[in-house]
């Protein structure tokens, strides 16, 4: 897109001004920055604020047995602050962009929870059970023993349930919500959509277990997510299937991830053979089966969802700049 030339006889823009301004507005570039600083001033303020108040937690303190519930718990409602930090910043971005901040990726229509719900199941617990299948027909790794019984099932279920829940919110918001709608104005879709994985992926690095194996496939899953966004114009199934394979990963099947297994898991698994193939102390996220398994997630999902006449897609509109609504919401 091209700037406007100006009208004869009128004063040209400044140098000053072209580095600030397109035809579009505030550069893209200056927004990012601009959204950036919010959550950073946010985080500055509550953590000058917790320690005023004397509330910090500690690092590497040790939850007792009895209280390892508080775990998800505390997991669950951190992630969700992070959210609304993340969630308000899009917002204030939103009102000075004269946007509605659904356009950012979580807009609230009909089609938002079966397509979450179809994220979690079909593209998220299922893809996973399918992998511990294949790993189980080699031979690699075993489901175990049942470790909860009664209503400690439901319990921890549920409590994991809302832990990781937040953090497929949190995460994909983060990564592929305002940052990759508006790289997208700067780059075009699929270079924003790459960068934000590399990132995506080298903020897990962060991660004590990880491997080079398993940062790869964080990676691809972000590939994967971007893609889902591509087809169907919104995070609502990215967000689904996050939430979902870490929820089957961590409790139902109780295999490690990131090479912490989380208490409260319904089954006892074990894994026997190369690191290479069962993930080892990593869980299967460092298997390579995984990253064989979502460069297959994102060749169905590309062959399944095709792309429609009005798909809302990560493009600006010539006049408006705005994303236009898809035609099956």
Same mark, same amino acid.
């Given at each position: 897109? $091209?700037?406007?030339?100006?009208?004869?006889?009128?004063?040209?823009?400044?140098?000053?001004?072209?580095?600030?301004?397109?035809?579009?507005?505030?550069?893209?570039?200056?927004?990012?920055?601009?959204?950036?600083?919010?959550?950073?001033?946010?985080?500055?303020?509550?953590?000058?604020?917790? &320690?005023?108040?004397?509330?910090?937690?500690?690092?590497?303190?040790?939850?007792?047995?009895? =209280?390892?519930?508080?775990?998800?718990? $505390?997991?669950?409602?951190?992630?969700?602050?992070?959210?609304?930090?993340?969630?308000?910043?899009?917002?204030?971005?939103?009102?000075?962009?004269?946007?509605?901040?659904?356009?950012?990726?979580?807009? =609230?229509?009909?089609?938002?929870?079966?397509?979450?719900?179809?994220?979690?199941?079909?593209?998220?617990?299922?893809?996973?059970? %399918?992998?511990?299948? %294949?790993?189980?027909? %080699?031979?690699?790794?075993?489901?175990? @023993?049942?470790?909860?019984?009664?209503?400690?099932?439901?319990?921890?279920?549920?409590?994991?349930?809302?832990?990781?829940?937040?953090?497929?919110?949190? $995460?994909?918001?983060?990564?592929?919500?305002?940052?990759?709608?508006?790289?997208?104005?700067?780059?075009?879709?699929?270079?924003? +959509?790459?960068?934000?994985?590399?990132?995506?992926?080298? %903020?897990?690095?962060?991660?004590?277990?990880? @491997?080079?194996?398993?940062?790869?496939?964080?990676?691809?899953?972000?590939?994967?997510?971007?893609?889902?966004?591509?087809? @169907?114009?919104?995070?609502?199934?990215?967000?689904?299937?996050?939430?979902?394979?870490?929820?089957?990963?961590?409790?139902?099947?109780?295999?490690?991830?990131?090479?912490?297994?989380?208490?409260?898991?319904?089954?006892?698994?074990?894994?026997?053979?190369?690191?290479?193939?069962?993930?080892?102390?990593?869980?299967?996220?460092?298997?390579?089966?995984?990253?064989?398994?979502? +460069?297959?997630?994102?060749?169905?999902?590309?062959?399944?969802?095709?792309?429609?006449?009005?798909?809302?897609?990560?493009?600006? +509109? &010539?006049?408006?700049?705005?994303?236009?609504?898809?035609?099956?919401?």
């Amino acid at each position: 897109m $091209e700037l406007e030339t100006a009208a004869p006889g009128s004063t040209p823009p400044s140098k000053l001004n072209l580095a600030f301004y397109n035809d579009r507005g505030l550069r893209a570039g200056w927004r990012l920055l601009i959204f950036a600083a919010i959550p950073c001033a946010i985080g500055i303020g509550l953590t000058f604020l917790i &320690k005023l108040l004397g509330l910090g937690t500690g690092a590497g303190r040790k939850i007792p047995e009895n =209280l390892t519930y508080l775990l998800p718990l $505390e997991q669950g409602i951190g992630q969700l602050v992070f959210f609304l930090i993340i969630l308000f910043a899009s917002w204030v971005m939103s009102r000075i962009e004269r946007r509605k901040v659904g356009d950012y990726g979580l807009p =609230l229509t009909r089609s938002a929870w079966p397509r979450f719900f179809t994220g979690y199941l079909l593209w998220g617990f299922l893809p996973l059970t %399918v992998l511990l299948l %294949v790993m189980r027909a %080699v031979h690699v790794f075993y489901f175990g @023993t049942i470790s909860l019984h009664g209503r400690a099932i439901l319990s921890w279920g549920l409590l994991w349930g809302f832990a990781f829940l937040m953090v497929g919110f949190f $995460e994909e918001y983060s990564f592929r919500g305002y940052a990759l709608y508006t790289l997208t104005d700067g780059l075009g879709f699929w270079p924003a +959509a790459i960068i934000l994985a590399l990132v995506f992926a080298w %903020v897990h690095t962060g991660n004590g277990g990880e @491997t080079k194996i398993g940062i790869v496939g964080v990676f691809l899953f972000g590939i994967f997510a971007a893609v889902t966004l591509w087809r @169907t114009g919104n995070l609502w199934l990215a967000v689904g299937a996050h939430a979902g394979w870490d929820w089957g990963q961590s409790f139902f099947y109780g295999v490690a991830d990131s090479g912490f297994q989380v208490p409260g898991h319904f089954l006892n698994p074990h894994v026997q053979g190369p690191d290479w193939l069962t993930g080892g102390t990593v869980g299967p996220e460092g298997s390579i089966l995984t990253l064989i398994l979502l +460069a297959l997630m994102t060749v169905v999902f590309l062959i399944i969802y095709k792309p429609q006449p009005r798909a809302l897609v990560m493009n600006f +509109a &010539k006049d408006s700049g705005s994303i236009a609504e898809s035609s099956n919401e």
